[in-house]
């Protein structure tokens, strides 16, 4: 327990109380932005507290920063809006809790029932996000701020992560109260707080299939990452001589370049070779995924459920068996459970010696007939999967990259290769929405010191282009990476290839000329219009140590089919030119 002035009994207004207890969880960063609500909490965050605010320009931006941050520091991120803008944290917010990731938001708002009055921007913040969080608070009393805050962290991090709403009306940062349990509880100030282990009986039933299977896959999800169990997957994979495959959200569960790893699968980067592996898999041990659509191809990936045999292990319980049928159900933390595993065949089977598995050849071979395809591009255009290469053979073992769902993500999904282990590559392909990747480039930025490669295409791009200027203003080294289609390319291809749309009217929009916009806000900028130029232009931003943005003209997904098993189907059946 922290205690800091602990059964001390003074006199504190609202403002205060929440600073301090924030100070007392280490916190380190708030995102946000101001509004008449929070005026009385930034007075006296000015004169008491080192908390570094940041200040962005939309609140969604500030939402899905914290999100972010919160992915890559493995602590719990805060958050805060006014109440005009408090329906604009909804997009982060229902990331933050489909993905499992923990958030404190504090929504500011008109003084008590002002909202039964009809007071300007008042509404009931409480029903409005007590579907998207762990719990949602209403401070009514400086008295109950630091028992609700130990609240909220604690919600927020122990079992499933995900986010706790605080609203606060404005008058509780002005009013007093003595305050004498002013203490923290540090285990809540990161995630996952706790650690169960799985049923021991089951865990042992488990390990019995794992080793009787012909042909045994272990699908990890970004629950291995929340759980921070990379290391005991990695363990209990060589121990078993078990590939390991990942969905995109968890992506960087494993070195991608270990023998044992297939890489990503799925429907959002899973390569065919990589499929078509866990599809033949007999059993296949499910950790830390909600096996959703996307990561399962539309629960087809593992074929008939019948022939298989299932082993789900998560932290959630309606996560288990929730698609595939279980042979066994581990209800755990991850690495928890997997630590335990290993122990158990340590001590039970002595001296235990499995046939080497080695994938490399295989993913070589895959990964060699995508890069040397030489698939013609349509004029005017730059390949992807150039551009994607280039940069995987440059990236620092430091650095951070962020995409978001369409071309921008589909090929480095693929094909950009994480070295080492961690939270090196984050997504948003729980909910998907457009708009993602450069404010979680913000907030990687503030997570860690290496530099972070954004890349967006221009359907996002058009959510957040007012927080370029807090990007330049943050001095931090980010690169946004601009896939320009003119279109919102993802819905044009699923129109066109799967639907028979001929003239896809609805995603198309004019040009803009988006270099000389990042060059207003004060950004580095380039554009790649050959082939020639990738590497040399990547390397000038990733050396720049502030603001860059590059812009690359690319295909539209209807024209070049990237790594999308339905769609390439049609793509054969149509003729048309498409990786896998």
Same mark, same amino acid.
């Given at each position: ?82 109440? /005009? ?25 008109? /003084? ?6 009809? +007071? ?26 630091? $028992?609700? &805050?130990? %609240?909220?962290?604690?919600v927020a991090t122990a079992g499933r !992560? ?7 009306? =404005? ?29 021991? @009986? ?68 899973? &390569? ?37 045999? $299932? ?15 279980v042979k066994v159900g581990l209800v ?8 335990? &595993? ?19 050849? &295989? ?16 004029? +005017?255009?730059? #390949? !992807? ?10 990236? !620092? ?5 962020? @995409?978001?769902?369409?071309? #921008?993500?589909?090929?480095?999904? =693929?094909?950009?290769?994480? %070295?080492?282990?961690? %939270? ?12 993602? #990747? ?16 954004? $890349?967006?295409?221009? +359907?996002?791009? +058009? ?10 203003? #943050? ?16 819905? %044009? ?24 916009? @990042? ?57 048309? /030119?498409? $990786?896998?």
């Amino acid at each position: 327990m922290t205690t800091g002035d602990l059964f001390v009994i003074e006199q504190m207004n609202g403002a205060q109380v929440i600073l301090k207890m924030l100070e007392l969880h280490g916190v380190r960063h708030v995102f946000g932005l101001p509004g008449e609500t929070t005026i009385g909490w930034y007075k006296e965050w000015r004169r008491h507290s080192g908390i570094e605010f940041v200040l962005t320009r939309d609140e969604r931006t500030a939402s899905y920063a914290a999100e972010a941050y919160a992915k890559i520091t493995g602590r719990p991120a805060v958050l805060e809006a006014p109440s /005009p803008g408090v329906t604009h944290c909804t997009p982060g917010i229902t990331e933050a809790y489909l993905s499992s990731v923990p958030v404190i938001y504090f929504s500011s708002d008109i /003084p008590m029932n002002g909202d039964k009055r009809h +007071g300007l921007t008042g509404v009931d913040q409480t029903a409005l996000y007590d579907s998207i969080c762990k719990e949602s608070f209403y401070l009514t009393s400086v008295k109950d701020i630091p $028992f609700l &805050m130990r %609240r909220a962290f604690r919600v927020a991090t122990a079992g499933r !992560p995900a986010p706790v709403h605080i609203r606060v009306p =404005a008058n509780i940062f002005h009013e007093t109260a003595e305050i004498g349990d002013l203490y923290a509880e540090p285990e809540y100030g990161s995630y996952p707080a706790h650690r169960p282990v799985a049923d021991h @009986a089951r865990t042992r039933t488990a390990i019995n299939l794992l080793m009787a299977a012909r042909q045994p896959v272990i699908v990890c999800g970004q629950g291995a990452l929340i759980s921070k169990a990379s290391e005991a997957v990695l363990a209990l994979a060589e121990l078993l001589q078990i590939p390991v495959g990942t969905t995109t959200p968890g992506k960087g569960t494993v070195p991608e370049t270990h023998p044992l790893s297939l890489r990503v699968i799925g429907a959002r980067g899973g &390569m065919a070779y990589a499929n078509e592996y866990v599809h033949e898999a007999d059993t296949v041990f499910l950790v830390g995924t909600n096996t959703d659509s996307a990561g399962t191809d539309g629960w087809k990936l593992y074929g008939d459920p019948a022939g298989k045999t $299932f082993i789900h292990l998560d932290i959630a319980e309606a996560h288990i068996g929730n698609n595939f049928p279980v042979k066994v159900g581990l209800v755990g933390d991850a690495r928890a459970t997997l630590d335990h &595993m290993i122990e158990m065949i340590h001590r039970d089977h002595p001296g235990l010696a499995r046939d080497k598995i080695d994938l490399t050849p &295989m993913k070589r071979t895959a990964l060699d007939a995508v890069f040397n395809s030489n698939i013609r591009m349509p004029e +005017g255009t730059v #390949s !992807p999967v150039k551009l994607t290469q280039a940069l995987d053979a440059i990236l !620092p073992a430091n650095a951070i990259v962020t @995409a978001e769902p369409g071309v #921008s993500a589909i090929y480095p999904s =693929a094909l950009l290769s994480v %070295r080492e282990a961690g %939270r090196r590559y984050i997504t948003n392909y729980s909910m998907g929405a457009l708009g993602y #990747s450069v404010p979680a480039g913000l907030g990687a930025a503030f997570a860690s010191d290496g530099p972070v490669i954004s $890349f967006t295409g221009d +359907g996002s791009l +058009g959510f957040v282009l007012g927080d370029f200027e807090t990007i330049r203003r #943050s001095g931090k080294n980010v690169t946004i990476i601009l896939t320009r289609n003119d279109n919102f390319g993802w819905i %044009r291809g699923e129109a066109i290839l799967l639907d028979e749309v001929d003239e896809p009217w609805s995603t198309d929009f004019g040009p803009v000329d988006y270099v000389k916009v @990042a060059e207003g806000f004060g950004f580095q900028t380039a554009r790649i219009t050959n082939e020639s130029e990738i590497d040399a232009v990547l390397r000038a931003a990733i050396e720049n140590p502030g603001a860059n943005f590059i812009e690359v003209m690319v295909p539209s997904q209807d024209k070049i089919v990237p790594f999308v098993p339905n769609w390439v189907e049609a793509a054969k059946e149509k003729g048309l /030119p498409y $990786f896998s």
